[in-house]
């Protein structure tokens, strides 16, 4: 009788296999089943990250355009910023504010320290980049935005993607420093930037803490955000707005339903001839 083992002498050539071989196959073990809704909602970071970018180059072009005074985006954004901070407490009722310790005495420091350090540079933010090309800086600033949005956390488990403190959230800042650059005055300057880190820092922050607590209250806001930033994009241009109201139907609607269909096709398939897994503690043999 053939025997699985590579050891010991048999009658039957090393590719030989007999019809056991097959006993033990498995097909999609692992793999996991999606539910159209699970998935729509989760497509909502996507649609909202895309919203945030629309709505800073919007906001940067109408402040470009003098149709938007500094002042008024300042207000206008320090307002959203306190009802945000009361919302994000508001939430979990402060239990994640006293499980990190913080308080909001520190918080207001941190803003005041941030607030003036961008502001006595707004200057140097304004000049910084006037050697370069026009054209160079809206390029950067594409790619730049680009790139924030391929490498912003989504909440996928994937090595592509990263801290919203880091690369994704350097890349957005950088973006804005280059657009804040063709602004007319210094404190044009300084509103942007500011208000790049509002809508690229604090409010991923809000979004994450509303998915996970109030999931309801999470795609309501997903959807008015998506709305008002189609309306300030058609106001621009009104081919554009159709186009990235169609990539967002396309994102939150089309995109699930293909991944949807794509996993009944799946056929991953499980045997004897996969890798064998050592299951045994080996430490002993690594002191």
């Keep these: 009788r053939w025997q699985k083992v590579l050891y010991e002498r048999q009658p039957f050539p090393d590719n030989y296999v007999d019809q056991r071989f097959l006993e033990e196959l498995r097909k999609n073990v692992h793999a996991r089943r999606y539910r159209y809704r699970a998935v729509v909602f989760q497509s909502g970071a996507v649609v909202q990250q895309l919203c945030s970018v629309c709505v800073f180059v919007v906001t940067?072009?109408?402040?470009?355009?003098?149709?938007?005074?500094?002042?008024?985006?300042?207000?206008?954004?320090?307002?959203?910023?306190?009802?945000?901070?009361?919302l994000f407490d508001a939430v979990d009722g402060g239990a994640g504010r006293r499980e990190s310790g913080r308080t909001r005495w520190a918080d207001l420091k941190?803003?005041?320290?941030?607030?003036?350090?961008?502001?006595?540079?707004?200057?140097?933010?304004?000049?910084?980049?006037?050697?370069?090309?026009?054209?160079?800086?809206?390029?950067?600033?594409?790619?730049?935005?680009?790139?924030?949005?391929?490498?912003f956390?989504?909440?996928?488990?994937?090595?592509?993607?990263?801290?919203?403190?880091?690369?994704?959230?350097?890349?957005a800042i950088f973006a804005s420093v280059c657009l804040a650059s063709r602004l007319p005055r210094s404190l044009h300057a300084f509103v942007m930037?500011?208000?790049?880190?509002?809508?690229?820092?604090?409010?991923?922050?809000?979004?994450?803490?509303?998915?996970?607590?109030?999931?309801?209250?999470?795609?309501g806001v997903t959807?008015?955000?998506?709305?008002?930033?189609?309306?300030?994009?058609?106001?621009v241009s009104s081919v554009g707005a159709v186009l990235f109201a169609s990539l967002l139907l396309a994102i939150s609607c089309l995109c699930p339903y293909c991944l949807i269909r794509l996993q009944l096709l799946k056929d991953n398939i499980h045997g004897p001839w996969d890798e064998a897994?050592?299951?045994?503690?080996?430490?002993?043999?690594?002191?």
């Excluded at 072009?61 to 207000?75: E, T, V």
């Excluded at 320290?113 to 160079?136: H, M, N, Q, R």
């Excluded at 998506?226 to 106001?235: D, P």
């Design 223 to 235: 959807v008015l955000f998506a709305l008002a930033a189609l309306a300030g994009l058609a106001t």
């Design 60 to 86: 940067w072009w109408y402040m470009d355009a003098g149709m938007l005074s500094p002042q008024g985006l300042f207000g206008a954004a320090l307002v959203s910023s306190l009802l945000g901070y009361v």
């Design 110 to 151: 941190s803003t005041l320290v941030f607030t003036a350090f961008t502001y006595g540079f707004s200057p140097v933010l304004k000049t910084l980049t006037e050697s370069i090309s026009t054209d160079t800086i809206y390029a950067m600033s594409a790619l730049m935005l680009l790139g924030h949005l391929i490498f």
């Design 153 to 171: 956390d989504y909440g996928a488990n994937a090595a592509i993607v990263s801290s919203t403190l880091t690369l994704s959230l350097n890349m």
């Design 193 to 219: 930037v500011t208000f790049a880190m509002q809508i690229f820092a604090l409010w991923p922050m809000l979004q994450k803490k509303l998915k996970a607590r109030t999931p309801q209250c999470y795609v």
């Design 277 to 287: 897994e050592i299951k045994e503690d080996l430490s002993r043999f690594l002191m």
